[in-house]
C-alpha cells in the first residue's frame, strides 16, 4: 500500500479536512465524524487504493483500511491538522447523535489509544499464566516477579492511561487528570483498601480499590473539564495556573474517595455480578450470544460499549467471561474465510483471501475477511456466525474465562487456559473453525469466477494543460536534462499568460519558496513536476506568487502560482516549461502527446501505468 496516496484519497473522498470533526484510529479503522455527510463521496473513498470498506455506525464514518491503519493514520497527519498531537479527538461541531452513538463514541476514543498496549501486555500476562500452568516457569522466582510485573504494570495503572486520553476527549489540563489519577493508585491508597474506620474530617470513607478501575477516572475528568472552566473564567490570572490544578485535587480526589468511588464500584461489582450470574446459570446462551454476534457488532461499531463491560469483570474478579467466546466468533470467520480460498476459482479472490485468512487466525483482525470476502459473498459469513454461536456455546458452557484482557486470536489462546475445562475450550475452538469450514466449502458460495479475464482497471493518467501557451516535445527544451528524460516523460509548454493551473485533482507534493515549480502527486500514485522555465530558481522567488502550500488538497484548474512572464524573460531566463512524470517505473511512457496551441485545461498528455503496457 502506497500510504501517502491513500490517505489524500480517503481525506479527499470524505470532504477534505474543512469537513471533518474530528478523526481517531482503532486497529483496523479511520473513524471520521463530519460535519456535512452529504460532502462525503463514498464512491471514491471506497475506490481509494488499500480501503477495504467502509462502514457509518455510532455517529462515525468508518473507513477500514486493515492491519496497516497507523500507517495511514500518519500520513494523514503530515498533510492535515486532523490527525497530529494536537487533533482533536472529541467532535465539537459535529452531529452529535442519540445519546447511544455519543456513548460509542466516547468509549471509542479515549480506549482507542490504549488498544495496543493492552493487548500486548495482556497477552504477555496470557503466556506468563501458560508457563505457569504447564510448570515451564515458577511462580516463586524472581524471574517470575519481573515478568509479571512487566505484564500486569499497564492494567493496574490503567486509571493513569485513561486520565490522559479522558483528559483530551473532555479538553481537560492532562497533567492535571494524572495527578488525580495518580492518588487513585498511591500506594498508601491503595494499601487503605479494605482498612475499617476510614475518615476524611471526620466523614466516614468506604475505600475501595482504584487499581485497574475506568468508571472513576472517566466521570472525575468529565467533572475537572466543566469545573476548570469555571474556575479559569473566575481566578485572577495571576494565579489561575496553579492554584486551579491545587483546587481541583483538593476538592476531586476527595468526591471520588466519599462518593464517585463506592457508586461505581457498586455499579461496576453489580455489572460485573450479572454478567457473572448469566455465564454461571445459562453459560452456553452467554456464549452463544457473544459468538454469534460480536462480528455483527464490530461491524456496526458497538463492540466498544463492552469494553467498560470487560474491564469492570477484571477489576472485580480477576477474569473475563465475555471474552471467552468472541474467540470462537472471530476464529470462525477466519475458518470461513479459508473455505472460501479452498473452492473459489477466482484468483484474485484466491489471493484476498489467503491473507486474510492469516490475519483472522494470528492476529483476530477480521476485518479483511469480512468486508473483502465474507459479507461481500453472503453465506461465509452466516457460515462464520453459525461457527461463532456454536463454538461461543461450547466455550462458555466449559466455564472458560480469560485471565487478561486480550484481543480475540489464534496467539492469545494462553489467555483462556487458567480457567474451566480445557476439554470443552478447544472442543469450541474446533467447532467454532471445522463447521464455517467445511459449511463454505461443501455448501458453497457465487463463486465471482469470470469466463473472460476480467479487465482492469485503468490507472492510466489524464494530464491537462496547466498552462495557456504552446506545446512543444520535450526534447525542444533548451536542457539537456529535461530534454534527455532524466527526469522523466511529458511535455513542455511555452506560456503566453503568467498563470498556472492545476493539471489534474492532486495533493501539493512539493511547492518551492521560489515558487519556479510545484510537485503534484495523484491518488493513483502518479507524481507530476512542473518546472517554470529553465534556471529560474536563481531568481530566488523573485517574479513569483505560490497560492498553495505542501500537503493541499487541489483540483484540476485550481490556480497554483502567477508568475511575470516579460520580468521574466527580461531577467535573461528561458520560459519554457516542462510538465513530466517523475516516478517512472510506474508510469514509464506517455501517449496523446499534444503539440500547438494549449488552453489550460485541455488535454495535455496521458501518463499510461506499467500494468497498462504489460496488458498491451
Known sequence: MDYSTTAAAVLKGVGGEGNVSSLVHCATRLRFVVKDESKIDKAAVKASPGVIATAEAGGQYQVVIGNEVPEVFAEIAKISKLAGPAAN??????????LLNRFIAMISAIFTPLLWALAGTGLLKAFLAAAVTFGWLDNTTTTYTILNALSDAFINFLPLALAITAAKYFKA?????????????????VALNGVPDITFFGIPVTMVSYVSSVIPIIVIVWLQSHA????????????????????????????????????????????????????TAVPWLGGAIMGGLWQVFV??????????????????????????????????????????????????????AAPAALSGFLAGVTEPAIYGVNLPLK???????????????????????????????????????????????????????????????????????????????????????????????????????????????????????????????????AAFPTGHAIGLK?????????????????????????????????????LLVEFDIPAITAAGYDITTPIIVTNTKRYPAIGSATTGP???????????????????
Do not use: C
Open 89 to 98: 479527538v472529541k467532535a465539537t461541531d459535529g452531529p452529535k447523535g442519540n
Open 173 to 189: 489540563e492532562q497533567f492535571t487528570s494524572l495527578a488525580i489519577a495518580g492518588a487513585f493508585v498511591y500506594p498508601s491508597i
Open 228 to 279: 476548570e472552566r469555571v474556575l479559569y473564567a473566575k481566578l485572577p490570572s495571576a494565579i489561575r495556573r496553579f492554584v486551579t490544578p491545587m483546587l481541583l485535587v483538593l476538592i476531586l480526589v476527595p468526591l471520588t474517595f466519599l462518593v464517585i468511588g463506592p457508586l461505581s464500584n457498586l455499579i461496576s461489582g453489580g455489572l460485573a455480578g450479572g454478567i457473572g450470574w448469566i455465564f
Open 299 to 352: 461491524i456496526f461499531g458497538l463492540h466498544w460499549g463492552f469494553v467498560p463491560l470487560m474491564t469492570a469483570e477484571l477489576q472485580t474478579g480477576g477474569l473475563i467471561y465475555l471474552v471467552a467466546p468472541l474467540f470462537a466468533a472471530v476464529l470462525a470467520q477466519a475458518a470461513a474465510v479459508t473455505g472460501v480460498w479452498v473452492r473459489t476459482k477466482d484468483k484474485n479472490l484466491k489471493s484476498l
Open 379 to 509: 453465506r461465509p459469513f452466516v457460515f462464520g456466525v453459525i461457527g461463532g454461536v456454536l463454538g461461543g456455546g461450547l466455550i462458555s458452557a466449559g466455564g472458560i474465562a480469560a485471565n487478561a484482557f486480550v484481543l480475540p486470536s489464534g496467539l492469545a489462546i494462553p489467555a483462556l487456559l487458567s480457567q474451566g475445562s480445557i476439554v470443552m475450550l478447544f472442543l469450541g475452538l474446533a467447532v467454532a473453525i471445522i463447521v464455517p469450514f467445511l459449511l463454505t466449502v461443501i455448501v458453497g458460495f457465487k463463486d465471482p469466477v469470470a469466463e473472460t479475464a476480467a479487465p482492469v482497471e485503468s490507472r492510466d493518467l489524464q494530464v491537462l494543460s496547466p498552462l495557456d501557451g504552446t506545446a512543444v516535445p520535450l526534447t525542444a527544451v533548451p536542457d539537456a536534462v529535461f530534454a534527455g528524460g532524466s527526469l522523466g516523460k511529458g511535455v513542455a509548454v511555452i506560456p503566453r499568460i503568467g498563470a498556472l493551473y492545476a493539471p489534474f485533482d492532486a495533493v501539493v507534493a
Open 522 to 558: 495523484h491518488a493513483d500514485g502518479a507524481e507530476v513536476l512542473i518546472h517554470i522555465g529553465i534556471d529560474t530558481v536563481k531568481l530566488g522567488g523573485k517574479h513569483f506568487t505560490v497560492k498553495v502550500e505542501k500537503g493541499q488538497q487541489v483540483a484540476a484548474g485550481d
Open 598 to 616: 494549449v488552453a489550460h485545461g485541455d488535454a495535455l498528455f496521458l501518463a499510461i501505468a506499467e500494468e497498462e503496457l504489460a496488458i498491451a
